[in-house]
């Protein structure tokens, strides 16, 4: 960090930190993220200003080079962070089962700290930060929807208790990779009949069609009264 920046620095800094969080907003953007390419630009400048502040008031009449040494410089990231905190918190929402915002929220992080970075005179660092940002934001969204990953669904059955077992809806499923759990069971109100409530679970990636083939085998064997995919996270 410079002790004297000129309004030459100063302006190379803040533009730096504008393209980087205009590269990494707009992919919150394109996404249908609340906190978008604005978001990010406003959170990276509010860094890097913050940390600009701090070189232009840095102290260093009287002072000798030594006494440099004792200065602590990271209260002002270290307080821009936990504020920025507060922010990534109230991107995260959980509905259910279903848990949003935990990118976006890492995305505010990473921008603050890409802010603090250019703010500070450290560019170089600021741009290989961009530059790995961007890169997993993008290229590798590639390899993380071919991750194989669990799934979930909840199926729901009307059937005769009479004529019908777990063991053989376990069978059924097994040859599509999938297990069943039993989680509810209740008697029908209007006939004799029993709802059983299974957890479906299998493994495939983001990519994969949906068990089109199972739901067939099983609407071909029960009276299915529903099929619902139960969604973990979503980024």
């Known amino acids: 960090m410079p002790l004297y920046p000129t309004w030459e620095d100063i302006g190379l800094r803040l533009l730096l930190t504008l393209l980087a969080g205009a590269l990494i907003g707009l992919n919150r953007g394109v996404r249908g993220h609340a906190a978008g390419l604005r978001t990010t630009i406003l959170v990276g400048l509010a860094a890097s200003v913050a940390m600009i502040q701090a070189n232009i008031l840095l102290p260093v009449g009287g002072k000798t080079a030594g006494s440099f040494g004792?200065?602590?410089?990271?209260?002002?990231?270290l307080g821009i962070l936990t504020g920025v905190g507060f922010i990534g918190a109230g991107t995260i929402l959980r509905r259910g089962d279903m848990i949003t915002g935990v990118t976006t929220a890492a995305t505010l992080w990473v921008t603050t700290v890409i802010g603090l970075c250019f703010g500070g005179g450290q560019l170089e660092l600021g741009c290989?930060?961009?530059g790995l940002t961007v890169f997993t934001l993008w290229a590798l969204v590639v390899l993380d929807v071919r991750i194989p990953r669990d799934h979930?669904?909840?199926?729901?059955?009307?059937?005769?208790?009479?004529s019908f077992s777990t063991?053989?809806?376990?069978?059924?499923i097994a040859p599509f990779g999938c297990k069943a759990a039993l989680r509810k069971q209740s008697v029908c109100e209007d006939s004799r009949q029993v709802r059983f409530c299974f957890e479906i679970?299998?493994?495939?990636?983001?990519?994969?069609?949906?068990p089109h083939e199972l739901?067939?085998?099983?609407?071909?064997?029960?009276?299915?009264m529903s099929f619902e995919l139960i969604s973990d996270n979503h980024v």
């Open 70 to 77: 004792v200065m602590d410089l990271m209260r002002m990231p």
């Open 128 to 130: 290989c930060a961009t």
């Open 152 to 162: 979930r669904a909840m199926l729901c059955l009307k059937v005769d208790p009479g």
């Open 167 to 172: 063991l053989r809806l376990s069978e059924l």
């Open 201 to 210: 679970s299998w493994r495939q990636a983001e990519v994969a069609s949906p």
């Open 215 to 224: 739901i067939q085998a099983l609407n071909g064997q029960y009276p299915v």
